[in-house]
Structure formats: structure tokens, C-alpha cells
């Protein structure tokens, strides 16, 4: 059975910074790209960024370019998302995604999903 796994949601102030993590299982996960995605009440699901297997190469949204950056531990089956500079815009439900392709932007793209964790930001 896949799972993943986030943690490290939260609430903080702008300016602020947060790490979330992703922790994967049930799959080979060296061998998929792994993405973060997030979602605002009444918007869809958008691309936040991504990170290759094992070259650790990495794409975001432009939205969040030089603020975000994920990197991943293929020893520990989990990546991360960390977040800089945060902006009450940046407040949805982030959720980690595992596919086959790398710098996939899509949601269709990604085959296993994570139940997603909400991070508020306050002005």
C-alpha cells in the first residue's frame, strides 16, 4: 500500500518560514520525481515545485522561485519543502505528489498523492 505523508503544517506570520516534510512508503521512491502542490479554498490544485530522482534538479512555480526550495533524502524516503519569506497568499493545503516524470507541472501527471497539510499565513 503507497502512502505519503506530510507534516510540518502550520500557522505562521509573514515573513515567516516552514519546513514541511514527505515521507513516502510503499513505493521505490528513488525512482519517482516527487512534487508539491497546494491548494486554496474555491481555487484549484497549482504547482508549487518539483524534484528529480536522484539528481536532486529541481523546478517551481514562479510564484514561489527564491522563496521555496525542496530537496529530498532517498535513504529516508522523504522530501521536503522549505518555505522563506512566507506571504498570506501562500496560505493553502500543500500536498506532496510522487511521478514518473520529471518536472511534471500537472496534477494528472502524478500517480500517488498525500492527504496534504495546511499552512495559514497571517498578515
Known amino acids: 500500500q503507497v502512502q505519503l505523508v506530510e507534516s510540518g503544517g502550520g500557522l505562521v506570520q509573514a515573513g515567516g518560514s516552514l519546513r514541511l516534510s514527505c515521507t513516502a512508503s510503499?513505493?521505490?521512491?528513488?525512482?519517482?520525481?516527487m512534487g508539491w502542490f497546494r491548494q486554496a479554498p474555491g481555487k484549484d490544485r497549482e504547482f508549487v515545485g518539483a524534484?528529480?530522482?536522484?539528481?536532486?534538479?529541481?523546478n517551481y512555480a514562479d510564484s514561489v522561485k527564491d522563496r521555496f526550495t525542496i530537496s529530498r533524502d532517498n535513504g529516508e524516503n522523504t522530501v521536503y519543502l522549505q518555505m522563506t519569506s512566507l506571504k498570506p497568499e501562500d496560505t493553502a493545503v500543500y500536498y506532496c505528489?510522487?511521478?514518473?516524470?520529471?518536472?511534471?507541472?500537472?496534477?494528472?501527471?502524478?500517480?500517488?498523492w498525500g492527504q496534504g497539510t495546511q499552512v495559514t499565513v497571517s498578515s
Open positions: 505528489a510522487a511521478g514518473l516524470f520529471h518536472f511534471a507541472t500537472m496534477p494528472d501527471d502524478y500517480d500517488y
Open positions: 510503499g513505493i521505490a521512491f528513488s525512482s519517482y520525481a
Open positions: 524534484v528529480g530522482r536522484n539528481d536532486g534538479v529541481t
